[in-house]
């Protein structure tokens, strides 16, 4: 025989399923039958009550330390945004100037937008973004390289500072050997403790994160179509040309070589075979 604990929970189960096909059922005949009328309430509200009532305390659980800060402290879109956000994608025509875009909107950019070019400077492709999606982009990305660059020594610190002159005074711009974004993927939800030991082992791999001074290389800047392999130094642009194209190729291979490592090594074949004269 039952005990009169266990039928009390089969038959609050049995009533959690009939609530539940009721508001199914109100739900699918008319609206009017999701509100309270009078003193009585539509079948299906108990069951709402007890699911926003676990949503809110999920809420109250993100203050739990097994909650990773960005998790934590990740932005909810308003219901504003949301609709600017949608307004930019169903008005998501691209031109090939800037003045064909501005015309085609009336001399006048709707606002929370700016002007982003999804193309190449040789070939561009402009259309409108989202203000606030570049604002939370930018966020998100200043956290990750917090995430993974740590606590650098007085010694690191002055590395960096050092590569930042050097960039400035060639022209150059400051690049990350391990991506920003492949870092955060591979550290999000580690704890403090967790990314040390998970940086001391990508070390001893020769793979250095965030602005670890080992992590960045002083890149040149300029069109990808003008970029020579003969041209000392790293280029910028053609790297990031080179990892969109090959993306699926590179990640077949990631267990062995870096995006970074494989861009280099082939532009030092082209430069080999060009001193010695078979290009």
């Known amino acids: 025989m039952l005990s009169e604990g266990k039928r009390r929970e089969a038959a609050a189960k049995a009533l959690n399923a009939l609530s539940a096909l009721s508001f199914a059922a109100n739900a699918a005949q008319s609206p009017e039958s999701l509100v309270t009328s009078g003193k009585t309430a539509a079948p299906g509200l108990p069951l709402m009550g007890e699911l926003m009532r676990k949503r809110k305390e999920a809420s109250r659980n993100l203050d739990s330390p097994r909650v990773s800060e960005p998790a934590r402290n990740r932005k909810k879109k308003t219901f504003k945004e949301f609709v600017e956000e949608s307004t930019i994608i169903r008005e998501g025509a691209h031109f090939s100037t800037k003045e064909d875009l501005m015309k085609h909107h009336g001399g006048k950019l709707p606002d929370g937008t700016f002007i982003k070019n999804r193309g190449t400077k040789e070939k561009p492709k402009y259309g409108l973004a989202s203000v606030q999606a570049r604002e939370n982009e930018k966020e998100r990305r200043e956290k990750r390289i917090k995430q993974a660059t740590g606590q650098l020594t007085p010694r690191e610190k002055a590395k960096v500072e050092r590569k930042r002159k050097l960039a400035k005074r060639r022209g150059a711009e400051l690049h990350h ?11 999000e939800g580690m704890s403090p403790g967790d990314v040390l030991r998970y940086k001391k082992k990508q070390a001893q791999e ?15 800047k300029g069109s990808v179509s003008k970029f020579k392999p003969q041209q000392p130094g790293f280029h910028h642009g053609k790297f990031h040309a080179f990892e969109r194209g090959n993306r699926e190729k ?5 267990n062995a070589i870096t ?3 494989a861009f280099t090594t082939l532009v030092n074949k082209e430069r080999r075979k060009t001193r010695r004269g078979e290009v």
């Open 259 to 261: 995006p970074m490592r």
């Open 250 to 254: 590179l990640s077949d291979i990631s």
């Open 177 to 187: 050997g391990t991506e920003i974004e492949t870092s955060g993927k591979e550290m």
């Open 206 to 220: 020769k793979r250095y994160h965030g602005n670890d001074p080992r992590n960045l290389v002083v890149a040149n």
